[in-house]
């Protein structure tokens, strides 16, 4: 006989589906006393580097209740950002997951949809959507919601397929039928990912040096000069870096989005490297209006650029 719980937590499930979300699952809110300590000596070692947003709101990273108070629930959404399409091979590389418009906006939308209609349906109840926008240990709520597994370059892996996808987090009061922790981890043996990455960033046991990684030299660091000791290995990556998923196994799973909104803007697949450089920042801000390079900016963009291609 199916109770409330399971219930609400199969219409949340379903919902979730029909907004365009690929996987859900559901885990009881609880504080994470282990990555607590990961993370504490993470910074220590200060690899963080300049992101100094990583020290602040501890607390809240680690306990949901801080977040939502009396939190029973932690939901765990996951979004197809895989493309359909592919880049020129030979010009400046970015990241697929910025081929297309900010995924911030286009999954926020979905989690206050997907959290009004819980609301519709379960009574009033107290919750917050987030995704990349509060200190939420995203992967490991992920792999305790049973979506699959954190794999050896920090990326949560799902068997079916592969690692391209964002991750969204919904914290609520409402007790709910909670999935079974993702128990396997089937990196096993495999080292690809740390054998491929350009600037050794890849750590054994699962840690990534964040402060040697491409994407936070392209994306994070703000400072108008990248470390010269980076020469020659950025691998062309003008914007972010897919590398130890491009070489991940499990990807060969990976199938096309099917969200509109991630449609790959023309110009950042067909741009040379000239083109690149002749660009104006008016062209810029009008082409990539709705893009996650607006994160890097103009500016941070021509930079990259020129250190990349040996010009700066």
Not at 196 to 204: F, G, M, R
Not at 243 to 260: A, I
Request: proline share 5%; glycine share 8%; with cysteine.
């Amino acid at each position: 006989m199916v109770n409330k719980l399971q219930e609400n937590s199969a219409f949340i499930k379903n919902t979730s589906a029909r907004l365009g979300f690929d996987y859900c699952g559901i885990a009881r809110s609880q504080k994470l006393d282990a990555d607590a300590n990961r993370l504490e000596q993470w910074l220590q070692k200060g690899m963080h580097g300049s992101m100094e947003y990583m020290e602040k709101y501890f607390e809240l990273r680690i306990d949901p209740s801080r977040l939502v108070p009396g939190a029973r629930s932690v939901i765990t959404l996951l979004k197809n950002y895989f493309p359909s399409q592919k880049q020129d091979p030979g010009n400046p590389k970015i990241s697929a997951y910025a081929y297309g418009d900010d995924y911030h906006e286009v999954i926020r939308e979905q989690l206050n949809e997907l959290m009004l209609s819980i609301k519709e349906y379960a009574g009033e109840i107290q919750g917050r959507g987030f995704v990349d926008s509060a200190p939420v240990l995203e992967r490991t709520w992920a792999q305790r919601s049973g979506l699959g597994w954190i794999g050896k370059n920090g990326n949560l892996i799902t068997k079916e397929s592969g690692s391209f996808y964002f991750i969204a987090t919904l914290i609520t009061d409402l007790e709910l039928d909670y999935d079974d922790p993702f128990a396997k981890d089937y990196c096993g043996t495999c080292t690809r990912c740390i054998d491929a990455c350009p600037t050794d960033a890849i750590l054994p046991d699962k840690v990534v040096d964040g402060s040697r990684c491409i994407s936070y030299f392209t994306i994070e660091l703000k400072e108008m000069l990248i470390p010269g000791e980076m020469k020659g290995k950025m691998d062309n990556w003008m914007f972010g870096c897919d590398t130890c998923q491009d070489v991940c196994p499990w990807n060969r799973f990976s199938h096309p989005n099917q969200e509109k909104r991630f449609t790959p803007v023309p110009e950042l697949l067909n741009y040379s490297t000239r083109e690149w450089e002749i660009m104006t920042e008016e062209s810029f801000r009008k082409i990539f209006k709705n893009s996650p390079l607006r994160r890097a900016k103009f500016s941070g963009i021509q930079r990259n650029l020129k250190f990349i291609s040996g010009t700066d």
